[in-house]
């Protein structure tokens, strides 16, 4: 019996109806920057974009949450299972260091990170993104999926929820 299974698809129909808004809002975004690109070679909503992105990382990542409080599984642990974004760095865990690096960033001291800061900033940084207080990380982040959407990562946290539920029986 799957995750998903257990839990009746609720979680995964939230982080579904989550993606599929943020899809939205980052598709309207991504024409308004285009056209702002063309007209004045930037633009103010690179930051709303990130905002948008950063929100599909935190839905993604209560999912993980919920599969792992679930199935009382260490987050640690279930985040090393899945598919994997490059060698040894699974999409979960990507997902998971972008969610809390958008969260919390803001109260980072970029000189001096503490142990978790550390780990997350390695994390991201191993799929080619650069982590600083003036970066748009989820944004870059979610750009180095080069995935059309969010959606496209529903497939990706199921086949996740599916390793780490086979892996407690």
């Not at 070679?41 to 990382?57: E, N, R, W």
């Not at 409080?69 to 060698?87: N, T, V």
């Not at 959606?151 to 086949?159: A, F, I, S, Y």
Request: charged share 20%.
């Amino acid at each position: 019996m799957t995750f998903d299974d257990i839990d009746g698809h609720m979680a995964i129909d939230f982080v579904r109806n989550v993606f599929r808004f943020v899809d939205e809002q980052m598709l309207n975004l991504e024409a308004l920057i285009g056209q702002d690109m063309r007209s004045e070679g930037d633009s103010g909503l690179f930051g709303h974009a990130d905002y948008f992105a950063g929100m599909g990382f935190v839905a993604g990542q209560r999912y993980i949450t919920s599969v792992c409080g679930l199935l009382k599984l260490r987050k640690r642990e279930a985040l090393a299972l899945g598919p994997e974004f490059i060698s040894a760095v699974s999409y979960a865990s990507l997902i998971n260091a972008s969610a809390n690096y958008w969260k919390h960033s803001d109260e980072w001291d970029f000189e001096k990170l503490n142990d978790l800061q550390k780990a997350t900033k390695i994390v991201i940084e191993s799929a080619g993104v650069t982590v600083g207080a003036t970066e748009l990380v989820a944004y870059n982040v979610f750009h180095q999926f080069k995935l059309p959407g969010f959606k496209e990562l529903l497939p990706v946290l199921t086949t996740w929820s599916n390793a780490v539920s086979n892996s407690v029986v």
